[in-house]
């Protein structure tokens, strides 16, 4: 007879220590598919560009380096000797500034106000070639450049995004082999 303290046996639950602790009978978990049997997902190496795609990433290249180039005429300084600094080309253009051009007699307005005379060569130099006329000599090329840049960039941009990209698209999808076929439904007729 059991003491005080005896329990009535119960019977196992499912799920508790006792239960755990001796794994139902049957049949251990499949192993999964070695990597080799499984399908491939895409190919180890994207496919080359070919030629078209390096023609779009020159063309690319080429209008980066054109705007470079016109960012570089825009904004190093011209000057008209000792009349005026123009400042930069792209800063000129934007601010409208005002060419100073010394009159028949060689003077102009200082930066203070007040007149200076200027010696003859020089005078007829600032004449010549005012800053409109500097600053025009670099702002036509770096527009020109900035056209011809952009223009470029828009076929490089077509051209990777109407031809290259969907070509090794296709070239991957045909690498890849079909697509696995479906197995069929059970009960569905067709």
Avoid: K, N
Avoid at 30 to 36: D, G, Q, V, W
Avoid at 105 to 132: K, S
């Amino acid at each position: 007879m059991a003491g005080p303290r005896a329990v009535a046996s119960v019977p196992p639950v499912p799920g508790s220590a006792t239960v755990a602790d001796h794994p139902p009978a049957g049949l251990p978990p499949a192993a999964p598919a070695p990597p080799e049997a499984w399908p491939p997902l895409a190919p180890a190496v994207t496919p080359p560009p070919g030629r078209l795609g390096r023609v779009a990433t020159v063309l690319a290249g080429l209008a980066l380096l054109a705007h470079l180039v016109a960012a570089l005429l825009l904004v190093v300084p011209v000057e008209t000797p000792e009349v005026q600094d123009c400042g930069a080309p792209g800063a000129y253009l934007l601010t409208g500034r005002l060419d100073h051009i010394p009159d028949e007699d060689g003077r102009i307005r200082g930066p203070d106000g007040e007149v200076i005379t200027l010696d003859d060569d020089v005078a007829a130099e600032a004449r010549a070639t005012p800053c409109r006329e500097r600053v025009a000599d670099r702002g036509v090329p770096a527009a020109i450049l900035v056209v011809a840049a952009t223009l470029l960039g828009v076929v490089a941009f077509a051209l990777e995004l109407f031809v290259v990209r969907p070509r090794q698209r296709r070239q991957m999808r045909a690498a890849m082999g079909p697509p696995p076929l479906e197995p069929p439904v059970p009960g569905a007729t067709g």
